[in-house]
């Protein structure tokens, strides 16, 4: 197994992620900065995870979002 140690996302699942953004934000803040129904119409978890997982365009934003909250956290 080989490690990343430039890869920040490394050894993090998109439950965990999508889990922190919505700690942090919330749904409402979330769903304004990245315009999707998973976000904005009855949210949740496991919506989330479905809709990002067949959806790579949104998962890159959302991960996007996910660093930046983290380098604003330190």
Known sequence: MSTQPNNPLHGVKLE??????????????MGYQINIRCFTSDPSIKSSLKFLRRTPWARTKVETMYLEMLSKRR
């Open 16 to 29: 965990q992620i999508i889990t922190d953004l919505e700690a942090h934000y919330g749904w409402e803040y």
